[in-house]
């Protein structure tokens, strides 16, 4: 069961264009972690936010946490197509330890 | 080397075969997860590890899965009589600590094995 809901499911887009991500619960996470995965290969960390309205930035990519901790969004600018992949978000809540994963978001820039 | 190993990385397995799928964390990483994948989806989580003590093993999805790790080091996770639907990426990943309160440290995952049984 999925206790983290990602949207869009896929994303095509062109190179240059702006995206935004999101990752939406009804849990509140202790803290929650973005990853990406390549074909082939296991999800990479990229982020992980704390407190809640925490923004952090990381080149062209901007993640926040939701006031409430219960929601998160990625917000890619001038996407590339190295930028495709697919995007993971992962909390763990309720005292666990054991990271719990979305679905994930598909996305393909075309160059 | 100095990430996460998998092995094998594919496996083709008639069904009713067993398969045995290997783990090598990052030396001296306490935690490690198993994780399976299906195509399009998220990794769920089927077992977790402290050093050799498997403290949560309720993702597993039936008595056909079973996971050790002996010496606190390498993990193999074990199908019997594999199905069809036990087709999918296994995911092992590590990490030096995983704390109480929800939060985690960072993960570092293998490549994954990915097992097609016919």
């Known amino acids: 069961t999925q206790l983290l809901e990602q949207s869009p499911q896929f994303l095509s887009i062109q190179e240059g264009e702006n995206l935004t991500v999101y990752c939406n619960s009804s849990?509140?996470?202790?803290?929650l972690q973005w990853y990406r995965q390549e074909p082939g290969e296991g999800p990479v960390l990229l982020v992980t936010?704390?407190?809640?309205?925490e923004v952090k930035k990381l080149k062209r990519l901007t993640f926040q946490f939701g006031d409430a901790r219960k929601d998160s969004s990625l917000h890619i600018t001038a996407a590339q197509p190295g930028d495709t992949g697919l995007y993971l978000c992962a909390g763990a809540s309720g005292g666990s330890y054991i990271p719990t994963f979305g679905r994930g978001t598909s996305l393909i820039v075309h160059p | 080397g100095a990430g996460v190993s998998q092995s094998p990385r594919y496996k083709v397995a008639k069904r009713g075969q067993d398969v045995a799928l290997r783990c090598d964390p990052i030396?001296?990483?306490?935690?490690l997860f198993w994780y399976q994948q299906a195509l399009g989806q998220g990794p769920e989580f089927l077992t977790y590890f402290q050093n050799e003590a498997q403290l949560d093993k309720s993702g597993l999805p039936s008595d056909r899965f079973f996971a050790e790790r002996p010496e606190g080091s390498v993990s193999t996770l074990k199908i019997q009589r594999t199905q069809q639907e036990d087709s999918a990426v296994y995911l092992c990943?590590?990490?030096?600590?995983?704390?109480?309160?929800?939060?985690?440290?960072?993960?570092?995952f293998g490549s994954g094995t990915q097992l097609s049984v016919l």
């Open positions: 849990s509140v996470f202790s803290s």
């Open positions: 030396s001296g990483h306490v935690s």
């Open positions: 990943a590590s990490s030096q600590f995983t704390g109480t309160g929800g939060r985690f440290e960072k993960l570092f």
């Open positions: 936010v704390v407190t809640g309205g």
